[in-house]
């Protein structure tokens, strides 16, 4: 029986990797065949716009600190982030991967767990899960996922579960004060709060606050599955909350299941006709595994996303063993229908029927696809002209003897204003020099241009320092020094890139003028 086609053209690369595989070739060859091949597919494969920072995802990943996988349930994680996972562990990475659910509440997934056939077919006699196989299962569940993450390099202890209610996510977003049950009956999460969609935010806070220069991966906001659509909405609102306390951090989204329009026949390709029989559904979701394809985004999309491409030993396997990426698929054999209550399933003829689509497979391809989440709205803490869009107006700074310092208003700012794509300034004194904290930053390098507009009663010194602030300590990067004694207005100009010690973070300038001497700022315009 065949149930798969393509959707979408084969590209010439994919001719290419077909022509290769008519020909014998050695193991390492064969490698470094389709190593080139990947490179090609980098080089030439269409990408989203450049995100607002000028930088790709995977330099990003590099400058990152910490992976914060956010996941509805079990298995979502593997399927639309393993590599991401792959990499970042390799890099050196803290990778965290949060389950908001255990996926107790699949009820269908769980009869047939139970029972060993589907519940639509008449011939077979058999009862729902009860509360406590609910709860057995959803363990059951999470206990897969941890099989799939060791096959990736992640170690169990590096699983957070929160122990949500499946399936109900959204109504937790709509009634945020109500307190839910999960389906095995329980009210309270797995570290003891009340579960309302009030605690489940603080309970993100706390993840996203412990973990520093992180980015957060999780479902897209606007795919077909509630529950994946609300935990999207859910870290946003967690989001609006930390800003408040400058924790800003980048945020990507992926698609699950395809929005719009389909089903899971249908996206990822190939599609799948939707037509099975019984003893058929282990070929029929084999023909729909397709590792050496390139995942196209659901033609419901129309924002262009990001191709985050996988390392070869995810989709490729080697001397006839499978790749990393499906070993990790097929430890959730209570999804394909591959494991029963009782070890054996009873019915061989269903052996695989819940994912006789091979939804489950049709995910290990090539490379990701990912959207870049917008930042949080940042309201800024004045109506002055502090807001630019590319220069910031801040307070001179003055020194008048014995170490007395402060400042004078040139724009009528206040001590904290926000710019632009979450970049926050602050102002202050210290030790008799006025200092400007300038981020957080996510390029590679900034560009930083500082007006000093000499407003002396005695020309003077006037000398500035600049420091990145990596692993709780401020690095100097710059430091520039004028003792002509003149009173003059100057243009220092900064290039500015990451030190041994870590990224660009947080930039302090550190201005200071002697005795007598008034100093403005009068603008400073970060590129």
Not at 84 to 90: E, F, L
Not at 128 to 137: K, Q
Not at 160 to 171: K, Q, S
Not at 235 to 255: G, M, S
């Amino acid at each position: 029986m065949t149930c798969c086609s393509f959707n979408h053209p084969v590209s010439p690369h994919q001719e290419i990797i077909h022509k290769i595989q008519l020909f014998r070739v050695s193991p390492d060859h064969y490698l470094l065949l389709l190593s080139i091949i990947l490179l090609l597919f980098q080089c030439t494969q269409l990408r989203s716009q450049p995100s607002a920072y000028g930088s790709d995802l995977k330099s990003r990943i590099q400058r990152s600190s910490s992976i914060i996988i956010v996941a509805p349930h079990p298995d979502d994680e593997i399927l639309g982030f393993a590599g991401i996972i792959y990499d970042a562990i390799r890099m050196g990475k803290t990778v965290k991967v949060v389950l908001l659910t255990s996926g107790e509440g699949y009820g269908s997934s769980c009869y047939f767990w139970k029972n060993g056939c589907p519940k639509e077919d008449s011939n077979c006699s058999g009862s729902v899960c009860n509360s406590s196989e609910l709860e057995r299962f959803g363990k059951l569940r999470i206990e897969e996922s941890k099989k799939a993450l060791a096959h990736l390099g992640l170690s169990s202890e590096h699983l957070i579960t929160l122990g949500y209610p499946d399936d109900f996510l959204e109504d937790m977003l709509k009634n945020p004060d109500s307190i839910f049950q999960c389906a095995s009956g329980k009210t309270v999460s797995a570290s003891g709060k009340p579960l309302t969609g009030k605690h489940l935010v603080r309970e993100l806070q706390t993840i996203f606050k412990t973990y520093s220069n992180a980015i957060v991966f999780t479902t897209h906001v606007r795919d077909s599955h509630e529950d994946h659509t609300a935990l999207a909405t859910f870290i946003q609102l967690a989001r609006n909350e930390l800003v408040k306390e400058n924790i800003i951090f980048p945020v990507y989204w992926c698609i699950i299941h395809q929005p719009g329009w389909g089903d899971n026949n249908s996206w990822p390709p190939p599609a799948c006709a939707g037509e099975f029989k019984k003893d058929e559904a282990l070929l029929s979701r084999e023909e729909r595994y397709s590792p050496m394809q390139v995942l196209y985004p659901p033609a419901s999309m129309k924002e262009n996303p990001e191709s985050y491409f996988l390392v070869p030993q995810l989709w490729i396997g080697d001397d006839g063993e499978k790749c990393i990426m499906r070993k990790s698929v097929d430890e959730f054999r209570t999804q394909a229908g591959l494991a029963g209550m009782r070890d054996s399933l009873p019915h061989k003829e269903y052996e695989g029927w819940m994912d006789r689509n091979g939804f489950l497979l049709s995910f290990v391809k090539m490379n990701h696809l990912f959207w870049e989440a917008p930042y949080p709205e940042i309201k800024p803490a004045t109506s002055s002209p502090c807001r630019q869009l590319s220069t910031i107006c801040l307070p001179g700074a003055w020194q008048d003897g014995n170490e007395a310092a402060g400042f004078e208003g040139s724009c009528s700012c206040q001590s904290e204003a926000y710019h632009g794509n979450g970049l926050r300034v602050a102002s202050g004194l210290e030790s008799g020099k006025a200092w400007y904290d300038i981020g957080p930053f996510f390029q590679d390098s900034i560009s930083i241009t500082i007006r000093l507009k000499d407003n002396s009663w005695s020309p003077g010194r006037k000398s500035m320092e600049i420091y990145n602030w990596v692993n709780s300590s401020w690095d100097l990067l710059s430091e520039w020094d004028d003792n002509s004694g003149l009173e003059h207005d100057l243009n220092v100009s900064a290039a500015l890139k990451p030190s041994e010690l870590g990224p660009l973070q947080q930039v302090r300038l550190l201005v200071n003028c002697s005795k007598n001497a008034r100093l403005h700022v009068s603008a400073l315009r970060v590129n």
